[in-house]
C-alpha cells in the first residue's frame, strides 16, 4: 500500500518485473547483473516473503525498458536453478 506521501507514477510504459525463488534463495545481486544497464530505468523495488516463509519475490518496475529487454532479462532468470518463476506486466 502506498502512503499518502508517496508520489504516484503513471506511465505508459511502466513495466513490472518479478522474480521468484524459495525462502532464503533470493540472490539479489545476480538479479541486479541480470538488470545491468538498465538499473537507471527503475522507479521502484520491493522485495519480500510470503507469510509463511515458503516463497520470497522480488518485483521491479521500470520505465522506457523495450519489452524485448524484459523477456530477454526472464529468460536469463529463468535459466538459473535458484529461480521459480519469472514474470513481467507489459
Known amino acids: 500500500m502506498l502512503s499518502p506521501r508517496e508520489p504516484i507514477l503513471i506511465c505508459a510504459t511502466t513495466r513490472t518485473f518479478g522474480v521468484r525463488c524459495r525462502s532464503g534463495r533470493l540472490q539479489v545481486v545476480t538479479l541486479w547483473q541480470v538488470i545491468g544497464q538498465y538499473a537507471?530505468?527503475?522507479?521502484?523495488?520491493?522485495?519480500?516473503?510470503?507469510?509463511?516463509?515458503?516463497?520470497?519475490?522480488?518485483?521491479?518496475?521500470?520505465?522506457?525498458?523495450?519489452?524485448?529487454?524484459?523477456?530477454?532479462?526472464?529468460?536469463?532468470?529463468?535459466?538459473?536453478?535458484?529461480?521459480?518463476?519469472?514474470?513481467?506486466?507489459?
Open 40 to 90: 537507471p530505468h527503475v522507479r521502484r523495488c520491493r522485495a519480500m516473503a510470503n507469510s509463511s516463509a515458503i516463497y520470497e519475490e522480488m518485483r521491479v518496475i521500470f520505465t522506457s525498458v523495450p519489452d524485448d529487454v524484459l523477456v530477454a532479462m526472464a529468460n536469463r532468470l529463468a535459466a538459473l536453478p535458484w529461480v521459480l518463476d519469472v514474470w513481467f506486466c507489459p
